[in-house]
């Protein structure tokens, strides 16, 4: 069978790497002989959808199966659809790793273990269901702004999110004035940043179907 592994250097006693995506190089390991391909990952700079481009590359070589540390929603998305089963958790060296695989002790996963953009340095995502910690011990939620009238709050991933209440107010005087609306927060420019950004991973997926289907077409002929 051939498996990929992430891996930091191109040696079977290389430790293993635990960004799919973003790994250092892949070995490409036959499990009858132990022979091997070590590639460099074109993709490891990539300011966004290594992991799709990553798994593309793992379909085009033949891959049956991934070992990894830890795998994104877009790559495992991608891998799925390639029919490439993929197990996460992995860690030790190369050699170690395809030994437990041998010996039946590495699990596939039907479902990613972290978030998207996860290992992009300091502004990864955490694994799924871990918070993740900044400079101060807490990283900007994904509510991204205050709570009404100024009051502060636990966003997701304990950040600053929405509000306790509704704050401080200022003592009308006279006539009753209504406040402001609030000025546009980070939500929204977040949000139209990931439109965009799902639109490009839509014609990626696209594309990739397509390959998909071509090797499909040229397997049964």
Do not use: W
Not at 27 to 56: C, H, K, R, W, Y
Not at 122 to 150: L, V
């Amino acid at each position: 069978m051939k498996i990929a592994i992430t891996a930091t250097a191109p040696d079977l006693d290389a430790r293993i790497d635990p960004r799919f995506g973003r790994c250092p190089c892949f070995l490409i390991v036959e499990t009858d002989d132990l022979s091997f391909e070590a590639m460099e990952n074109p993709n490891l700079a990539q300011g966004s959808g290594a992991g799709i481009q990553s798994a593309q590359l793992m379909a085009d070589k033949g891959v049956q199966h991934v070992l990894t540390g830890n795998c994104g929603p877009n790559a495992h998305q991608t891998l799925a659809a390639a029919r490439i089963v993929v197990s996460v958790g992995c860690s030790g060296s190369i050699r170690e790793v395809v030994e437990q695989f041998k010996g039946g002790q590495l699990t596939a996963v039907s479902a990613p273990n972290v978030e998207s953009h996860f290992g992009m340095g300091a502004e990864s995502s955490p694994a799924i269901g871990q918070p993740s910690a900044g400079a101060s011990g807490f990283a900007p939620g994904m509510g991204g702004g205050r709570g009404m009238g100024g009051g502060r709050g636990m966003g997701m991933g304990g950040g600053r999110g929405m509000g306790r209440g509704m704050g401080r107010r200022s003592e009308p005087s006279g006539d009753y004035a209504p406040s402001q609306p609030p000025s546009p927060t980070g939500a929204e420019q977040e949000l139209s940043a990931l439109k965009q950004q799902a639109e490009s991973m839509g014609q990626q997926m696209r594309q990739i179907q397509q390959r998909i289907q071509e090797l499909e077409r040229q397997t049964k002929q």
